[in-house]
């Protein structure tokens, strides 16, 4: 047993090592890339695990030879007791069984393996995802139910667009799910988790989790959403269960009594409408009404429906006239000595605002060296609180980042300068290389990159005036979602490795471009890496000469 007692601690010293590149901070969830970490911290767990679970069964292999040889001897022992001890060898052998090894193998038994195991255990928990972590990645595929129109079965089974790994979800983690959105008092949601455990229950999965426990949810969740009679209906199936269940009992009375009230008041309504002249005639105008308003232009619908519309691929809205005068080209940015000889690709990707994307313009080296560099500090990413004029973390914005100046790294210096010599913008007033790496459904909703007329000091401390134009890499390809949209004008910009896209968020005559307003669509399936760099109006009087008219 001694090799075990002296392993155990090697495996400490590399479980220690991999808790290094760990973050001090939590809020892994917002982070794919940081949650990567956790992996191999799980992995090396199992390492230990198992040489604890080795120690053991070497331990029982043991103890079972012993007692077999045991068994034997004393099964033909006791047949002639006298006989047996006649011999002296067995007498003495006895004397020093009883005397020393049972005593070894009483010290055998109270050995304990579980001191390595249970220390490393110790140190990886306090630096194990909080309850906070468990919370936002359930709130982050409720997000992504929302935003990509999926319902619970295709989330529970793993039918997931482009999945390489596929997970299907145990009646445990619906019904986990259904109680974060209870918790929360979001009663669309916890219906929706409750019936797919249900579901998968009356399918016949087993669980620790009873039908009476989901139905009891299930029914109230349904209740608080105005639908009494489908209510009724499963504390009518949860008393089948279980017949004396005290508050379905009292449900039962309660929603019995509340349709009853529901069915006289709606018998009393249609009889006055029969009364009043003219009721049918008003009843087609309604009609007519609610078909109108179906038929909305897109510039009506709201902001937020916009937004799901274009992350999903839907709703972009450009004539074919439209198109036709976007264009791909070579770009030397006026004879660039650079770009003379070895031009870069542009490609038009939306005429108002004008965005265009820039192909093969940030190397696979260049991509890791900046994930490399970004990742063991990235943070939980912040946005400018209007109130206060201090940065503080939101719920719109999941994801994690850091910053990374020209002069850590000489990759770093050379995208900054690529940067300045194909857009033609200064960079020294510039801000940092800004690295992010979205979590699980991680997104930024709308928002603007400029500082508005009701913002006068968003970046006061900088000293470098407004944000004049925005330069965003994308570092990775996305299997699914994580889209960059423009919600008032439906433009959608999709992920592409290796490309960037760059747009201005002020006018040349300084005004804000209020059509820029964006959002980063939550990544459904996938990792998605982005940095973007954040170009003030300082240094660009004669590069980007100021215009008379305001929308100029």
């Given amino acids: 047993m001694l090799w075990t007692r002296m392993e155990l601690p090697c495996w400490c010293l590399l479980l220690l090592s991999s808790l290094q590149s760990l973050s001090a901070n939590n809020d892994f969830f917002t982070s794919i890339g940081q949650m990567t970490d956790l992996l191999y911290t799980e992995k090396d767990l199992v390492t230990s695990l198992k040489d604890y679970i080795r120690a053991e069964e070497n331990k029982l292999e043991r103890l079972k030879r012993w007692a077999d040889k045991l068994d034997s001897l004393t099964a033909t022992a006791t047949q002639d007791p006298e006989g047996f001890l006649g011999h002296p060898v067995n007498a003495f052998k006895l004397m020093k069984r009883l005397n020393t ?37 359930a709130k982050a595929l409720l997000r992504l139910q929302d935003t990509y129109n999926l319902d619970a079965n295709t989330i529970s089974t793993g039918n997931l667009p482009g999945v390489k790994h596929k997970s299907q979800m145990t009646v445990e983690d619906c019904y986990e799910l259904g109680k974060i959105a ?34 009891d949810y299930l029914s109230y969740s ?49 009889a006055q409408k029969q009364e009043e002249p003219g009721a049918r005639d008003t009843t087609e105008k309604e009609e007519e009404k609610k078909k109108k308003k179906s038929k909305q232009a897109f510039s009506l619908i709201p902001e937020r429906r916009k937004y799901e519309m274009l992350c999903r691929g839907e709703g972009i809205r450009m004539t074919p006239r439209r198109q036709s005068r976007l264009f791909c080209r070579y770009y030397d940015n006026n004879r660039h ?14 005429d108002r605002p004008y965005i265009v994307r820039y192909l093969d313009v940030i190397s696979d080296a260049e991509i890791e060296k900046v994930k490399q560099l970004a990742k063991p500090r990235l943070r939980r990413a912040t946005v400018h609180d209007p109130q206060t004029g201090k940065l503080t973390t939101a719920q719109y914005r999941v994801s994690k980042s850091a910053w990374l100046t020209g002069y850590e790294d000489p990759v770093i210096e050379r ?10 913008l200064e960079m020294d007033t510039a801000e940092e290389l800004q690295v992010a790496n979205y979590g699980v459904g991680g997104q930024y909703e709308p928002h603007f990159d400029f500082g508005r007329k009701d913002e006068p000091d968003a970046f006061k401390e900088l000293g470098t005036g407004n944000r004049i134009a925005t330069w965003l890499f994308y570092m990775s390809d996305v299997t699914a979602g994580g889209a960059t949209v423009f919600p008032d004008v439906g433009a959608a910009v999709w992920p592409q490795k290796g490309t960037a896209v760059f747009w201005y968020n002020l006018f ?37 000469p100021c215009a008379l008219n305001e929308t100029e």
Avoid at 104 to 118: K, P, Q, R, W
Avoid at 340 to 349: F, G, I, S
């Fill in 222 to 270: 349904i209740y608080q959403q105005g639908e009494i009679e489908r209510a009724l209906k499963y504390t009518l199936r949860l008393l089948e269960l279980d017949p004396e269940h005290q508050r379905a009992k009292g449900n039962v009375k309660y929603f019995e009594f509340q349709l009853e009230k529901q069915q006289k008041a709606a018998e009393e309504k249609k």
């Fill in 337 to 350: 000595p650079k770009y003379l000889l070895a031009p870069v690709k542009q490609q038009d990707e939306w």
């Fill in 508 to 544: 040349a005559s300084g005004e804000g471009d209020y059509s820029t307003r964006h959002a980063a669509c939550p990544v459904l399936v996938g990792n998605k890496w982005v940095s973007n760099k954040w170009i003030h109006e300082r240094g660009q009087e004669w590069r980007r």
């Fill in 182 to 215: 209870y918790s929360d008092a979001d009663y669309y949601h916890t219906e929706l988790w409750m019936a797919q455990a249900l579901k998968q229950l009356d399918e016949g999965e087993e669980s620790t989790i009873d039908k009476v426990t989901v139905l």
């Fill in 101 to 137: 090894e049972w005593g070894d193998l009483e010290s055998l038994v109270l050995s304990d393996t579980t001191d390595g195991f249970i220390s490393n255990l110790t140190i990886q928990r306090q630096h194990f995802p909080t309850e906070e972590d468990q919370t936002g990645a």
């Fill in 415 to 424: 995208i900054n300068e690529r940067i300045e010599d194909i857009t033609g």
